[in-house]
């Protein structure tokens, strides 16, 4: 990595900075598709030498317009590696016990091997009484408490999509994460707080801070290691960084002009930046790649615990 001292306007401001004169962008597109490719090979392999295929069977309610871009891309996603695919599409009238039934529905058949209940959900229904009904076993979001749980103590069996595919960009990249100062931005059971201890499983030094943390930007600024997960358009500005920080963007937002953007404001950070995810291009289609992995992984165990009955 090179480092060369210039100064720069940002906002008005003249800050002078060392800039990083190559910036790596974190290609997770790219990684995505090599990934998914393995997974195809993996999958053809394993139907060949014990017919089992791997089930996906993701619920979606309502009409959410964002949810359903997603659940139609995990739908392609998993076609694409050679699983058994369905989306069941249901009401937002759907009440909380029909709801729950379906979810049994599919808890007792055993050609599922994973579950995934598409959030948000409409406030009638109870998300947490949703995702403690999926079968831990089949819980390929890792959002059931036993799975959350298992993670926290060191021993995950399902590890949330988002962070996971962090984690596999953080080891494609060479980036070692050994003693760094990690700073994660954001406390969502689905992104942040998962993050925050796969990064101290990998023994970083991790700060977990949201939007009520007081000098953000400053406890940013510290990080050689900075996730942005805080669901606001080009949120952090060059103040939150230090110079040669890897910085990962899970935001997906529009900006002003209707562009899709992250939580990072890329141009002016990517000078900053040693490594830097694009939105669109970076952590999105990770996510998804990783949810397929997960898919796999729990088929995979289900022959385990047939052949060690
Ligand atoms: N809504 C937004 N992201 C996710 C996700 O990773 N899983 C589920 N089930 N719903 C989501």
Same mark, same amino acid.
């Given at each position: 990595?090179?480092?060369?001292?210039?100064?720069?306007?940002?906002?008005?401001?003249?800050?002078?900075?060392?800039?990083?004169?190559?910036?790596?962008?974190?290609?997770?597109?790219?990684?995505?598709?090599?990934?998914?490719?393995?997974?195809?090979?993996?999958?053809?392999?394993?139907? +060949?030498?014990?017919?089992?295929?791997?089930?996906?069977?993701?619920?979606?309610?309502?009409?959410?317009?964002?949810?359903?871009?997603?659940?139609?891309?995990? +739908?392609?996603?998993?076609?694409?590696?050679?699983?058994?695919?369905?989306?069941? &599409?249901?009401?937002?009238?759907?009440?909380?016990?029909?709801?729950?039934?379906?979810?049994?529905?599919?808890?007792?058949?055993?050609?599922?091997?994973?579950?995934?209940?598409?959030?948000?959900?409409?406030?009638?229904?109870?998300?947490?009484?949703?995702?403690?009904?999926?079968?831990?076993?089949?819980?390929?979001?890792?959002?059931?408490?036993?799975?959350?749980?298992?993670?926290? =103590?060191?021993?995950? $069996?399902?590890?949330?999509?988002?962070?996971?595919?962090?984690?596999?960009?953080?080891? /494609?990249?060479?980036?070692?994460?050994?003693?760094?100062?990690?700073?994660?931005?954001?406390?969502?059971?689905? $992104?942040?707080?998962?993050?925050?201890?796969?990064?101290?499983?990998?023994? /970083?030094?991790?700060?977990?801070?949201? =939007?009520?943390?007081?000098?953000?930007?400053?406890?940013? /600024?510290?990080?050689?290691?900075?996730?942005?997960?805080?669901?606001?358009?080009?949120?952090?500005?060059?103040?939150?960084?230090?110079?040669?920080?890897?910085?990962?963007?899970?935001?997906?937002?529009?900006?002003?002009?209707?562009?899709?953007?992250?939580?990072?404001?890329?141009?002016?950070?990517?000078?900053? /930046?040693?490594?830097?995810?694009? $939105?669109?291009?970076?952590?999105?289609?990770?996510?998804?790649?990783?949810?397929?992995?997960?898919?796999?992984?729990?088929?995979?165990?289900?022959?385990? &615990?047939?052949?060690?009955?």
């Amino acid at each position: 990595m090179l480092e060369g001292t210039s100064s720069f306007w940002y906002n008005g401001r003249y800050l002078k900075e060392k800039r990083i004169d190559m910036t790596q962008i974190i290609d997770g597109k790219a990684l995505a598709a090599k990934l998914q490719g393995q997974l195809a090979e993996k999958t053809a392999r394993l139907k +060949e030498e014990t017919a089992l295929v791997p089930g996906l069977v993701v619920i979606l309610v309502g009409d959410n317009p964002a949810s359903q871009v997603y659940v139609r891309n995990k +739908e392609r996603s998993a076609l694409a590696a050679g699983f058994r695919s369905e989306v069941v &599409r249901v009401p937002d009238t759907i009440t909380q016990a029909e709801l729950l039934d379906l979810v049994a529905k599919y808890n007792q058949d055993p050609a599922w091997h994973g579950i995934l209940v598409q959030l948000p959900l409409p406030k009638h229904i109870d998300e947490e009484a949703v995702l403690l009904a999926i079968d831990p076993e089949k819980d390929v979001d890792g959002f059931h408490p036993l799975n959350m749980g298992r993670l926290w =103590s060191g021993h995950p $069996v399902m590890i949330p999509s988002t962070p996971a595919g962090i984690m596999e960009m953080f080891h /494609a990249y060479g980036i070692d994460l050994e003693g760094k100062n990690a700073v994660v931005i954001g406390r969502s059971n689905i $992104v942040g707080k998962p993050m925050a201890q796969l990064l101290l499983a990998k023994n /970083a030094t991790v700060t977990l801070t949201h =939007s009520r943390t007081h000098n953000l930007a400053k406890v940013a /600024a510290k990080a050689d290691i900075l996730v942005v997960a805080i669901g606001r358009a080009k949120f952090v500005t060059p103040d939150f960084v230090k110079p040669g920080a890897v910085v990962i963007d899970v935001g997906m937002n529009r900006d002003e002009n209707g562009k899709l953007c992250g939580d990072v404001d890329y141009e002016a950070v990517a000078p900053l /930046a040693s490594h830097i995810t694009p $939105v669109p291009g970076g952590v999105g289609p990770m996510t998804i790649t990783m949810l397929m992995e997960q898919t796999y992984q729990a088929a995979l165990r289900t022959l385990d &615990r047939k052949f060690s009955k």
